[in-house]
């Protein structure tokens, strides 16, 4: 089983739909959690970490359960900006190396 | 601030060139990274450098080397470029256990 695993996609949704992704991780001793969006031939980019208690930043929400060891990502009202690959990362506290999921992509048309 | 800067932003190499991608950081991160990214292979680390002085391997670290030159900067050599090395290659930096911040990417063709 990969560290972190993501359904790759394509997510296509119309203007204005609600999507949500998973992304599960394997190794309980993980403690930071992050959502990163890549856009085509661009670097990653932090979109928002994820915590305990669940996080919102406008139209995303990002929710972490430990119990099933996946975390959530959950965009309302998409616009066509929101089209991208969004990249689910992991690490372990005390490592310095993050994990990342290999991404979802995720196309908003009108 | 400039953030994580990365140069060359394109390089077109022949096999058996060697080359140096060099990257620089303006944040006063401890730890940097390599990574390469394939299509549909997602991001794989190549080497890291958890603070200055200190360099390791990464998933993919064959065909590679690096040199942590300070705090600041990290750079990436290819002695000897194979047409597999063909790929866009990442620098980050990191203050753990926060984010990583990324550069905006070298895309290397090997022919």
């Known amino acids: ?13 119309p203007e204005g739909a609600t999507v949500a992704f998973n992304c ?3 190794n309980s001793a993980s403690q930071s959690f992050f959502w990163y969006r890549q856009d085509c031939r661009k670097e990653p980019k932090l979109l928002m970490s994820v915590y305990s208690s669940g996080n919102e930043d406008g139209r995303f929400t990002a929710q972490l359960n430990r119990a099933s060891q996946y975390i959530s ?4 009202d998409s616009k066509l900006s929101d089209s991208a690959t969004y990249l689910c990362v992991v690490s372990r506290g005390g490592s ?15 | 601030n400039a953030g994580v800067t990365q140069t060359p932003k394109f390089q077109v190499l022949k096999t058996g060139q060697s080359m140096t991608l060099q990257c620089a950081q303006d944040m006063n991160h401890n730890s940097m990274y390599w990574y390469r990214q394939d299509p549909g292979m997602g991001l794989r680390l190549i080497y890291y450098s958890a603070s200055e002085g ?5 998933e993919v670290p064959n065909g590679y080397n690096v040199s942590r ?9 290819l002695e000897s470029a194979a047409p597999s090395q063909t790929s866009v290659y990442f620098c980050a930096s990191r203050q753990d256990p926060e984010t990583q911040y990324f550069g905006p990417g070298t895309r290397l063709l090997v022919l």
């Open chain 1, 96 to 110: 310095y190396i993050p994990t990342f999921g290999r991404g979802t992509s995720l196309i908003v048309h009108p």
């Open chain 2, 69 to 77: 030159l300070n705090k600041r900067e990290f750079s990436l050599r």
């Open chain 2, 54 to 58: 200190t360099t390791d391997k990464g």
């Open chain 1, 73 to 76: 990502l959950l965009i309302r």
């Open chain 1, 1 to 13: 089983r990969k560290e972190v695993e993501q359904d790759p996609g394509p997510f296509n949704v």
């Open chain 1, 24 to 26: 599960t991780y394997s």
